[in-house]
């Protein structure tokens, strides 16, 4: 099964009465076949370690979850109701199929067809959306604000401090490459992802079709909940539906 390739970058200030001004970082080289940075603010480096530590078990747990031959069943029950609810612009059973594509392939009919029939889980449209949800849910109640980023998802966890409205300013790359295009504000508890092929060219897959999506712009979704905006940003680059992201009360921000 293809694994799931993300970037994890956590900053975190830990709540109280006052903004904490002193930073760390810890990076870890064997989660999710990536680089990962926790980096954040706290009182003591101890303190943050223990947080880091928290957040990586956690996070390494839903990975081998998705990589597990008996999946959880809620991330099953999420795939099932959104695979029905796109009309078939998202599901995580044609894993054969999307092998085919990874690393720039470019399968023949003969094995195009013969992937077809071949069941096999990728969670790469959910995976980030739905351990961000978790990780949030590691966070509720504790004293902690900040933002979780996997590769191109991103949650917001408390209030930034300093601001009025206590959102965090997320940046979007250009789809060109060129540096970022625009920021959003993501309020606290808000969620975002982003899919596009301007970084691994046109991997996207229509599983209707089974053909990759020939685009380039690049689509944010900003919902209140880290699965919903990863299989969205999927599901809406496949076929734009505006219909779908009022369903889950989401917004769009396309880029070309």
Request: aromatic share 10%; with cysteine; net charge negative.
């Amino acid at each position: 099964m293809k694994k799931l390739a993300l970037i994890l970058t956590i900053a975190v200030i830990l709540g109280g009465c006052s903004v904490k001004n002193s930073k760390y970082t810890a990076i870890y080289y064997d989660l999710f076949d990536t680089v990962t940075i926790i980096s954040g603010f706290s009182d003591s480096e101890a303190e943050f370690d223990a947080l880091a530590a928290g957040l990586y078990d956690e996070l390494k747990a839903v990975h081998d979850a998705c990589l597990a031959e008996e999946p959880p069943e809620a991330l099953l029950a999420l795939c099932e109701e959104y695979k029905a609810a796109s009309g078939g612009t998202f599901d995580v059973t044609l894993g054969a199929v999307y092998a085919l594509y990874k690393n720039g392939g470019e399968p023949s009919d003969i094995q195009l067809e013969a992937a077809k029939d071949v069941f096999q889980y990728d969670f790469g449209a959910i995976g980030k959306g739905y351990a961000l949800d978790l990780a949030a849910s590691f966070l509720q109640g504790k004293p902690f604000a900040g933002t979780i980023s996997l590769g191109g998802s991103v949650a917001a966890i408390g209030r930034k401090p300093g601001t009025a409205d206590g959102a965090w300013e997320i940046g979007i790359q250009d789809p060109s490459g060129d540096g970022l295009a625009r920021t959003i504000a993501l309020l606290p508890g808000q969620f975002t992802a982003t899919s596009g092929t301007y970084e691994r060219g046109n991997h996207i897959i229509d599983p209707r079709t089974c053909a990759p999506v020939i685009s380039q712009r690049s689509l944010t979704i900003v919902a209140n909940s880290g699965a919903v905006a990863d299989f969205l940003s999927t599901a809406l680059f496949v076929e734009p539906n505006e219909g779908l992201a009022e369903k889950y009360n989401a917004e769009t921000f396309w880029l070309n």
